[in-house]
């Protein structure tokens, strides 16, 4: 099915420990997206890539980094966890830019203790 | 600083009731306003979508309505079913450019028979 992937869909990590989420989409889209969804806070941008080879900071990007690996893929680094970034995480693409809609991945339950 | 405000949090509604939820921002240079549908455990996805030179937008049952010089927009959602019971997110962006969505803390709505 075509759309945005996402992987794992569930996490618990301890607090210092790395991980990668994946995202992936099959949309020849360009501009992908992380966003951080909390109680009560809405749906936060981290990093997001206007296009392949790009990438710039959200609202909240402390704590993490991307890669851009290729047009498909977009990846989110926690270097180093924190109990902070429990959240549910997802990714997003849009042909080019908001106005064409986003497509939503399904999401990555983050739990950091 | 919230760049667009959601309102209210939460709301119930009797079946065949008029849902409203109102979102306001501050950046004059946004023209571009969609709302988004999220259902538990599934990424948001868009509903529907308005841009300043029109002062209302309707889709079978949910309606956009905009007033530029109140720099606010609403959600209408008539003759609410169970089925419309999700959280719904009020966004912003600019047109121009790529400029990411900017979502509002999202309201959560019930609908009950």
């Known amino acids: 099915n075509a759309g945005v992937t996402q992987t794992p869909k569930f996490q618990v990590l301890k607090t210092g420990q790395s991980m990668t989420l994946q995202c992936a989409q099959d949309?020849?889209?360009?501009?992908m997206y992380w966003y951080r969804q909390d109680p009560g806070m809405g749906l936060r941008l981290i990093y997001y890539?206007?296009?392949?080879?790009?990438?710039d900071k959200g609202e909240v990007p402390n704590g993490y980094n991307v890669s851009r690996l290729n047009k498909r893929e977009f990846s989110l680094r926690l270097e180093s966890a924190a109990p902070s970034q429990t959240s549910v995480y997802f990714c997003?693409?849009?042909?080019?830019?908001?106005?064409?809609?986003?497509?939503f991945g399904s999401g990555t339950r983050l739990t950091v203790v | 600083q919230q760049q667009v405000k959601q309102s209210p949090q939460s709301l119930i509604v009797q079946k065949g009731g008029i849902s409203i939820i109102n979102c306001a921002y501050e950046?004059?240079?946004?023209?571009?306003f969609p709302w988004y549908q999220q259902f538990p455990g599934k990424g948001p996805a868009l509903l529907i979508a308005?841009?300043?030179?029109?002062s209302e937008k309707k889709e079978g049952r949910f309606t956009i309505s905009f007033n530029k010089s109140a720099k606010q927009f609403s959600l209408h959602i008539m003759d609410s079913q169970p089925g419309d019971s999700a959280t719904y997110f009020c966004?912003?962006?600019?047109?121009?450019?790529?400029?990411?969505?900017?979502f509002g803390k999202g309201t959560r709505l019930s609908v009950i028979a």
């Open positions: 997003a693409s849009s042909t080019q830019g908001p106005i064409y809609g986003y497509t």
């Open positions: 949309m020849n889209h360009n501009s």
């Open positions: 890539s206007a296009s392949e080879g790009t990438t």
């Open positions: 950046n004059t240079a946004f023209d571009y």
């Open positions: 308005i841009r300043p030179d029109v």
């Open positions: 966004a912003a962006s600019r047109n121009s450019g790529n400029t990411p969505l900017v």
